[in-house]
């Protein structure tokens, strides 16, 4: 029988263009999996699948099998895979008629030619048997990008290692490679909805497709990328603050805090001087809670507090009200900070004193950069003992202030037991006091994430007079509060603090998402605010993270202004051909295309109007069949002229007379002049006027849209 033969040329083209997108998803998927035979077997495993099942699923004996015996047979094909890859690598055969590493990229092409030959198999079947199938194949695809690239994640340009290593060793931007994966993953998608057998769906998941899209770039335009919680419940992260408010939310989030997205990147600074700080860590404040309003510390609202922090971000350069003192124990450090995540505020380098604004060197990577000034302590503790506290300039109400705190006697009975073991000579000393105290925290306290201090009254009190144990937040304010229980004025700041070992000798510096931190302050009397940071020794959760050196690194030279990062592009892509210009010459070529299809679609529709009459009854019978398969409708392989005429008369009536005329024409008349062109231009504008009345809308829009709509007329 010829049908047969004609639906197997019929489903060619769909079938290779689906091998083509599944064998791209198992390659993509075992890069990081297998070697480079491992992922050819896959390719090959997958293209076999698809044209055996596509070409025979209707035929004797797969057309007697139930569903449920194929997809048993591919898991059993599966196993045997797994088994006979573990044989080969196992035995000693392979290795020894070859070499050790011929026996494993042995076991890694068996291995991956029967997964990805079973799991074709069974979503094959599925699709030509089930109405979910089709579905099942298009989450597998997104599945495979979705994994392969979720190393990424939180900003890890560098990630996944295969395109980070290859991007950077020829000096690509890493994240224009994962642009690319993306955009092939949402072509591949797209292209399985358009060989999906049920033709009228397609608007409707082209349309969802777009909309999904679409919404996800203008959601990232408007408000970016969504930004760490672990920083975004310290108040550090988030939309930008224009000036000092209330901080209107909950600072505690026992509970919420989730350690998950705790590795993300959420700035770069680059140190322009060089600076090493004695207590081993980086501490940049960006913001204070320091006025008591009744059931907790907020950020204050009165100008004549925290009159050293910059609150907001500017486009030119801002200072700080207040200069700290003890300059000869200072040293003035410049550092340049790219934010990778929007910020609620500015923040620099312990005792920032400015900010001053910098163009943007990477729009697409850092959300706003600027030039921190700051005067960094190089004192020691001991050069802090015996200082007196405060400002002479302070009036009564900011001294009150800054020694409020709960209606609870307990913080100052515990504050006085703690220093009562003080030696003589330091029983007045506020240095010694809060150092007692800091070292009690440091005995005692035990740091967790997860406790139920939150939505207590006094969330302090719950963790400082019960068990102890929380995390910067409670440590912070519980010691403030039991600071200015002694008179000592506290305050509690809020920022980064990043291992000084993180540098690595370099001059940039990688600011995480684990490295939000709260702390507590005090104010030294010609000095300035001084960080006193409890350090607990016990933890129940693992806040290590891995070196990210490779990434710091980039972002580093992403940031300078000396442009580094484009002279070692520009010198690693010397001899290489840039992935930017392939992809202009790609979108050059699909441009050049569409253009093309609409110029020859054009021509085809307009020619018959000025064609020689014996030329007329082939032309005109071309347009009509141009404008039926632009709405879907085109002549199948093996159906004659009047059976496709008969099955477009539902939509073209006249489409019958036009077959008629056409192969008269062709067949029985000699004179190809007897009919006149004005007749075979009413029987095309008949057609046309009948396929707008008659078919649907949308499918009448679609065909003024696509280009290539010819393509299926014979």
């Known amino acids: 029988m010829t049908v047969p033969n004609d639906n197997i040329q019929q ?12 064998a791209c998803a198992y390659w993509f998927l075992s890069l990081s999996l297998t070697v480079t035979a491992g992922s050819i077997a896959a390719i090959a495993g997958c293209i076999f699948a698809c044209f055996f099942i596509d070409l025979n699923i209707r035929k004797d004996p797969l057309d007697k099998l139930r569903t449920t015996a194929i997809l048993l047979f591919s898991l059993s094909l599966f196993l045997a895979a797994i088994l006979v890859a573990s044989l080969v690598v196992s035995t000693n055969l392979i290795s020894t008629l070859f070499s050790p590493i011929a026996g494993f990229e042995l076991g890694e092409v068996l291995k991956w030619f029967g997964i990805s030959l079973s799991l074709t198999l069974s979503l094959r079947t599925l699709s030509h048997r089930t109405s979910f199938g089709s579905i099942l194949e298009i989450l ?89 919680s672990m920083t975004d419940d310290l108040g550090l992260t988030g939309q930008e603050q224009n000036g000092n408010g209330s901080q209107r939310e909950n600072p505690f989030r026992d509970g919420e805090n989730d350690a998950n997205d705790m590795e993300a990147p959420v700035a770069v600074v680059v140190f322009r001087d060089d600076y090493e700080p004695l207590n081993g860590a980086y501490y940049f404040r960006e913001s204070a809670y320091s006025q008591y309003r009744g059931t907790m510390l907020d950020v204050t609202s009165r100008d004549d507090m925290d009159r050293d922090l910059i609150d907001h971000f500017t486009s030119n350069r801002s200072d700080s009200g207040l200069l700290p003192g003890a300059t000869d124990e200072r040293i003035p450090v410049r550092t340049s900070i790219g934010m990778l995540v929007s910020h609620r505020r500015p923040f620099g380098l312990e005792s920032p004193i400015g900010f001053e604004n910098t163009p943007n060197p990477n729009n697409l990577r850092f959300k706003r950069t600027y030039d921190a000034y700051s005067l960094a302590p190089t004192y020691d503790f001991d050069y802090l003992l015996g200082r007196e506290l405060g400002r002479d300039d302070w009036s009564d109400e900011v001294w009150e202030e800054y020694l409020q705190l709960p209606d609870d006697p307990r913080y100052k009975e515990l504050a006085e037991s703690i220093i009562g073991n003080l030696k003589t000579e330091y029983t007045d000393d506020a240095f010694a006091k809060a150092w007692s105290i800091k070292t009690y925290l440091d005995e005692n306290g035990i740091y967790s994430l997860k406790n139920q201090h939150a939505y207590e009254t006094d969330p302090a009190a719950s963790f400082l007079f019960g068990d102890l144990t929380g995390y910067c937040m409670h440590f912070a304010f519980s010691a403030t509060y039991m600071f200015r229980s002694l008179g000592i004025p506290a305050r509690v700041g809020i920022g980064y603090s990043v291992p000084a070992a993180n540098r690595a000798g370099g001059s940039s510096l990688l600011v995480q998402a684990i490295h939000g931190h709260a702390w507590p302050e005090i104010y030294f009397k010609d000095i300035g605010w001084v960080i006193v940071d409890p350090a607990p020794q016990q933890t129940l959760v693992d806040m290590t993270t891995d070196p990210q050196d490779t990434l710091q690194q980039l972002l580093g030279d992403m940031l300078r202004n000396d ?31 569409i253009v093309t299809a609409y110029l020859i679609k054009i021509y085809r529709l307009w020619i018959p109007s000025r064609a020689a009459l014996k030329s007329q009854y082939r032309l005109s019978y071309r347009s009509a069949l141009d404008q039926l398969s632009a709405i879907g409708i085109y002549r199948k392989t093996g159906e004659s002229r009047e059976q496709f005429a008969a099955r477009a008369s539902t939509i073209a009536p006249t489409m019958k007379k036009l077959t008629r005329q056409h192969l008269s024409m062709t067949l029985g008349s000699e004179d190809r002049t007897s009919c006149q062109r004005v007749e075979w231009l009413a029987l095309n504008e008949c057609v046309n006027q009948e396929i707008r009345e008659n078919a649907d809308s949308w499918k009448v829009y679609l065909a003024i849209l696509n280009p290539f709509s010819w393509v299926l007329s014979r």
């Not at 079938?15 to 599944?22: C, F, P």
């Not at 990062?565 to 210009?581: A, K, V």
């Open 11 to 22: 489903r060619s083209l769909p079938t290779l263009l689906r091998a083509v997108i599944l």
């Open 140 to 228: 597998f695809v997104a599945i495979a990008f979705v994994v392969t690239l979720s190393a990424h994640r939180n900003g890890m340009i560098h990630r996944p290692f295969f395109i980070g290593d290859f991007a950077l060793i020829r000096g690509i931007d890493p994240s224009t490679i994962l642009l690319s994966f993306g955009c092939a993953a949402v072509l591949s998608l797209a292209a399985l909805l358009m060989i999906e057998n049920n033709q009228r769906r397609l608007p409707y998941h082209f349309t969802a497709l777009g909309l999904i899209c679409f919404s996800l770039v203008i959601f990232v335009q408007m408000f970016g990328l969504p930004t760490p």
């Open 563 to 593: 442009a580094s990062f484009e002279d070692f592009l520009q010198s690693e892509q010397s001899s290489l051909i840039s992935l930017e210009r392939l992809l202009t010459v790609f979108y050059i070529l699909v441009l050049s295309a």
